[in-house]
Structure formats: C-alpha cells, structure tokens
C-alpha cells in the first residue's frame, strides 16, 4: 500500500537512512521494498447487559497485539529457512493504541463509538492500513463469548467471523485463541498449533488486568496512578503495567519515581529499551548525566534510533566532554533533515574551537527552519566573533559562557523504526533465499559481524540467530553468537555457544570468547591455553595478542608470593 499522509510519512529520512545501512547489503537499485502487512486491533464492542465489563473492549488490542508480537519473534527466531510461516509472521507489524487514538482524534471519531462499516474503511484508509480487527463480546453470567472478523482493506471484504466462549476467569486464553484464529485467516499456512500458542503466553493475574486496561484508559491522571499501582501491586512481573505507571509519572515530571519505576523493568525484556529511554530523559533533568548517559548508552546499542545520539551528544556536552562532536556528526548523517541535530552540532563544532565549520551548520539549521531565532543570534555572534574563544584542547573543559544549550530530543518512535525495518528486512530476506542457503547464511553472519563492530548487539544477534537457523552447522554463526551473549554478561551461554563454534569448526574468535571467560573468572591458566589456540589460528590478531598480555600480568601476580605476616 502506498504511504499516507497519516502513516509512513511520519517515518523520518533517519529510519531510511539507519536501517539501510543496518539491514541491507544486498538491496539493488530498482527493487522495491517488500510491503509489511499492518495490522490495527479496535477496542471490541461491550453487547452485554452485566455492569463492569467495560474494560475488557480495550483489552482485546492489548492481548491481540502482544500476542502477534510474539509469534513474530517465535518465527523469526526459530522458523523454518525461507518459509513462509516466517516471512507471513515477520511481515506483521500491529500499530501502536497511541496511533490509533491519534487516527480516530483526526477523524473526529470519540474513543467510546462503535463505527459502523463506512467509517471503518475510512479509518483504515487513513492509517494506511492492510487489515482491521474488529469484535464484540457478551457475558450471561456464566458465560463469556467473543466474536471477531477480520477487515481485509486491500480487497474491501469482511472475513467470516471466529468466535471462542468459555468462563470469564479464561479470558485471556479466550482472547489467545481468537488470536491464533485471526492469524490464520491472514495466513492459512502457519505451522503453530492452537494449543502452543495459547500456551505460550505470560501469565497475567485477570483483576491485575483489568486494572492495568483501566489504567490506560482513564483520562485523569491520580485515577490512572490508583489503577497502575494497584495492576502492579496484584502482578508485579508486568511489565506493560510497570511500564506505564512509569511513563504517567514521568508525564507528571515526578522523575524520581519514574527513574524508580523504569529501572524495575529487566534489560532483558523487549521494553527494556523504551524504559532505558525515558529513565535517560528523567536522569537528565534531575541533572544525573552520568546516569543519563548509560540509559541512553543501552538503548543505542540494541536500537539505532537518531534522537538517542542526539541525546548522547547533548549529555557529553553538559560533561564537557569531546565524544558530542561525534554524537551530533551522526545525527546529522542519519537524519540531515532535522534542524536541531545541526544546530546541536553547531555548538559542538564552536566549543571544539571550529568556528567555521560551526556556522555552516547554523546556516543549515536555519535553512531548514528559518524562523529559529536562537539559531539566527548565536550564527550572527559566530560570524562576528563576539564569543569567547573555545579550549579545543581541554579534554574536559567546562562549557564555554554564553554558547546555547544543546537541544534534547524527547519522542521515542521505536514502533516506526520497526515497522520500515521489518520492511527492508523482508526484501532483503527474500533476495537471499534466491540465492541459496549457503550465501543466505554468509549474508547474515558477515552483516553480524559488522553489526558487533558496531555494537548494535540487538541486531547482531538476530542476524546470527538466522544464520544458525539456516544452517546449524556453521560455526561463525555460533561463534557470532557467543561474542554477543559474552558482551551481554551471559556467561553460560556464550561458553556453550563458543564450545559449539570450536567443535564445528575452530576459529580464533571462539577461542578469545573463552579465554575472556576464564581469565574473568580468575583461571588464567586455562585462559592462556585458549588464546594461544587464538594465536595458532590467528598470529597477528591484535585482540589476542593484547588478551595475551593481560593473561601474563594475571600469571605472574598470581605467582608472587604472598607477604610474610
């Protein structure tokens, strides 16, 4: 489908940009970019006459989306090579509540109506989207039942409906297996079980549910708090609850509680990312920027997004510290149509003592927005010379007097980076298996390694996982990963992964994993056995040859004697 002026358009010249240059190696200049199939869930209609029941409308978005996410990952992780239970599940993507708020605001739709069939095609065409689920759902006491259908847009055609009943203390599984349902409707061929998928699911207390929806969706803030609380309270592994109680206090500038709350929510979990984020925004503003900077740090290693390296910029700045330069002069690469990065990079460029360079960047910012009275002032005082002069050569100087503060960016579009990456993943997908499992292998292993080289280990590990898919046997795959679980401390895991790669085949990379391990575990000895295997392999290797070093040292303090007492 074509972009509209709703949808794709809010994707910014960064998620081109970024994402090429992340997940394309092999695009060719006349193809276009695969099409992901978007997907907006609609709060179900309440047909019951019991009281209370409202909140579950709302849910059904909740579970629904959650649940293709998952199967997205599933198939991703652990489908089978090129097939098309992958490529149907990996093409998903279901738009965000915050979006479709935004569509029905812009329609002039209230959030409670039930549109009839008109209204919902006009809908879908506004977002530009591929399908609508919509539902309704009714409760005799004893009974609960749903019914959902599916909206294809492409073809203007209403599925038949599904339907699932059971007792309201099995809502959630209800709801799972109308997912796995709609599912099949899109794609008849997924090879998932209905029993697997409903089962594969976290577990979620129902009133702590109800009380997280209800959170959600009250409009008054100390009545979202009470909600959010008490979710939390009831089952306080859930992380969308967590999640959102953090955001409401960070909406309500109450950063010391939304850096507690945020800092609740494992790095492991996939919105551990978001949470980083915003923990990043709340430390900055108490002025915490070293805590700050490790957020963003996190987030800028698993999801190449421009504001967070504006936002590093802006902290090395406030630090006093040269690595800004860098942040910016990456910002205004990947996204050279935003006047804050240039004017960031402009105050940067001055404080390093490049006058001239920094008012090119003025003059582009203010070609981009002309109206910036900030930016007209201070490239009016550049090309006067009316500033102090900068100390480029103190390494940690404090920020030089009169220059403007660096610009902070707050919005956090993950949802739109996923969904173009997701595209330009699935051309690329589709290409490689043309040509073979073995070059589709090498293309993913080769795009791992330079994403580790990157660090962007999100990526990288997603690209090893696919080529350990493709072809177990192939030990840079493993090896690949083992590197990627070493840098995300888990220990185990990297081990078992690089014992793998070596018993495949053995490779000097393998080996600096597992002397790494061993010499952090103070087992130098064993560590030593295992870069010199690295050195056999791989004489001239630079990270080998320093480890080495650094083993001696371990070696020959470990062999002093100890004082006499």
């Not at 709060?43 to 629904?64: C, D, M, R, Y």
């Not at 591929?130 to 004893?142: A, I, P, S």
Request: hydrophobic fraction near 45%; charge should be neutral.
């Amino acid at each position: 489908m074509q972009a509209s002026a709703y949808n794709r358009s809010d994707l910014k010249p960064l998620f081109a940009v970024v994402i090429v240059c992340l997940l394309t190696a092999v695009c060719g200049a006349q193809a276009p970019i695969a099409a992901t199939e978007t997907v907006v869930v609609l709060p179900f209609e309440n047909t019951s006459k019991a009281p209370g029941l409202e909140w579950i409308g709302e849910s059904f978005p909740e579970i629904v989306g959650q649940q293709i996410g998952m199967q997205q990952m599933s198939a991703q992780g652990s489908g089978q090579p090129g097939s098309a239970q992958r490529m149907a599940a990996s093409s998903l993507f279901v738009v965000p509540r915050s979006q479709r708020v935004y569509a029905f605001d812009r329609l002039g739709i209230p959030a409670s109506a039930r549109p009839s069939l008109a209204t919902l095609l006009r809908l879908g065409e506004e977002m530009d989207v591929d399908f609508l689920v919509v539902g309704r759902y009714t409760y005799d006491g004893q009974l609960f039942t749903a019914t959902a259908q599916l909206l294809d847009m492409k073809n203007l055609r209403l599925s038949p409906e599904v339907k699932g009943s059971g007792p309201l203390t099995k809502l959630l599984e209800l709801e799972r297996g109308l997912t796995w349902d709609l599912l099949r409707l899109m794609n008849p061929n997924q090879l998932t079980s209905r029993n697997v998928f409903v089962a594969s699911g976290s577990f979620v207390r129902l009133d702590a549910l109800e009380k997280y929806i209800r959170g959600v969706i009250a409009t008054d803030r100390p009545e979202r708090l009470r909600n959010l609380r008490e979710a939390v309270r009831l089952n306080q592994a859930y992380t969308p609850a967590v999640l959102q109680l953090a955001r409401t206090y960070y909406g309500a500038r109450d950063y010391a509680n939304a850096i507690a709350w945020f800092g609740r929510i494992p790095l492991a979990d996939p919105a551990a990312r978001e949470a980083q984020f915003f923990l990043g925004m709340a430390a900055y503003y108490t002025g915490d920027y070293a805590r700050a900077q490790a957020a963003f740090d996190f987030v800028a290693t698993r999801m190449p997004l421009t504001e967070v390296y504006n936002n590093l910029g802006v902290i090395a700045g406030r630090r006093g510290l040269k690595t800004a330069t860098d942040h910016f002069e990456r910002a205004t690469q990947a996204d050279p149509g935003d006047a804050d990065y240039h004017f960031n990079y402009a105050v940067a460029l001055y404080r390093a003592g490049d006058a001239a360079a920094a008012a090119k960047q003025l003059r582009r910012a203010l070609e981009l927005r002309p109206a910036d009275a900030e930016a007209k002032g201070f490239l009016e005082r550049v090309s006067a010379g009316s500033l102090p002069t900068p100390q480029p050569d103190a390494a940690k100087a404090a920020p030089v007097p009169k220059l403007p503060l660096e610009r902070i960016k707050s919005n956090y579009d993950e949802a739109s980076f996923r969904q173009l990456a997701l595209e330009i993943e699935n051309l690329n997908e589709e290409r490689m298996t043309e040509r073979g499992p073995h070059s589709h292998t090498a293309f993913h292993v080769q795009h791992g390694r330079q994403m580790l080289a990157e660090n962007f280990l999100t990526v990288a590990e997603k690209d090893f996982r696919e080529a350990a898919v493709l072809e177990p046997a192939n030990a840079g795959a493993h090896a690949g990963l083992a590197r990627v679980y070493e840098l995300n401390g888990d220990a185990a895991r990297a081990r078992a992964e690089a014992q793998s790669a070596i018993r495949l085949q053995p490779g000097a990379d393998a080996f600096l994993v597992l002397a790494r391990l061993d010499l952090r575990d103070n087992k130098p000895e064993t560590a030593a056995e295992s870069v010199e295997k690295a050195l056999q392999l791989e004489p001239t290797d630079p990270a080998a040859q320093a480890l080495k070093t650094a083993i001696a040292a371990k070696l020959a303090e470990k062999a002093q004697p100890l004082p006499n007492r």
